[in-house]
């Protein structure tokens, strides 16, 4: 079992409608979760971050957390041709030094 | 501005030759990373250093040097590159358990 696990897509959703995106952990010490978008030919950038159970909302991005089920959620609304991307689970273990990245899911936003 | 800065953007070199690439910080962070990224591909991590004079390997370190003289600076050397598709090579810092990694933008090495 892979320690950070995501569908690798490609993921296709229409203009405007919801992209949700998720991503599963095996150590249940992580303590800190990232979600980065990379678009083609260039390098990860970050887009959300959450530590705590719930949801947390930046834009139109919401980040969802559920340690009990180890279990992290991106969700994209009203979702824009520009974020066709890939998008990098990250996960950050407890007094831990490195990021473990998830394989990415690949997102297409078609007009 | 505060960043990291990878140099230089494209690489060639032929098969068998040594190839050192540039990362340099101004973060003042002290954790620094190496990832390598196949086309298609996720992020593999090569090396990274918690603080000057120390680095531990990666998942696949194999083929790779680093060294950690000053804070700001963390190159990477591919010993006897073998020639294989355009490889993306990615330098991190550590901001710290809140703030995730900031990379640099990149360098692409091809071995011809």
């Known amino acids: 079992q892979k320690e950070v696990e995501q569908n690798s897509g490609p993921l296709s959703v229409p203009e405007g409608a919801i992209a949700s995106l998720n991503c599963t952990y095996s150590?249940?010490?992580?303590?800190?979760f990232f979600w980065y978008r990379q678009y083609s030919g260039k390098s990860p950038e970050l887009i959300m971050f959450?530590?705590?159970?719930g949801d947390k909302e930046d834009g139109r991005f919401t980040a969802q957390l559920n340690k009990a089920s180890q279990y992290v959620s991106l969700l994209i609304r009203d979702s824009q041709p520009s974020d066709s991307a890939t998008y990098l689970c990250?996960?950050?273990?407890?007094?831990?030094?490195?990021?473990?990245f998830g394989g990415g899911t690949r997102v297409l936003v078609k007009p | 501005d505060g960043g990291i800065t990878q140099s230089p953007k494209y690489l060639f070199r032929k098969e068998g030759q040594n190839v050192t690439l540039s990362c340099e910080q101004n973060l003042n962070h002290d954790a620094m990373y190496w990832y390598r990224q196949d086309p298609g591909q996720g992020l593999r991590l090569i090396y990274y250093?918690?603080?000057?004079?120390?680095?531990q390997k990666g998942d696949i370190a194999e083929g790779y040097s680093v060294s950690r003289e000053k804070k700001e600076s963390f190159p990477l050397t591919v010993t006897s590159a073998q020639k294989n598709p355009t490889v993306f090579y990615l330098c991190a810092t550590l901001g710290g358990q809140y703030y995730g990694y900031t990379f640099g933008s990149g360098t692409r090495l091809t071995v011809v």
């Open positions: 959450i530590y705590s159970n």
């Open positions: 990250a996960v950050l273990k407890a007094a831990g030094n490195k990021l473990t």
């Open positions: 250093s918690q603080i000057v004079n120390d680095f």
């Open positions: 150590d249940r010490g992580s303590q800190s």
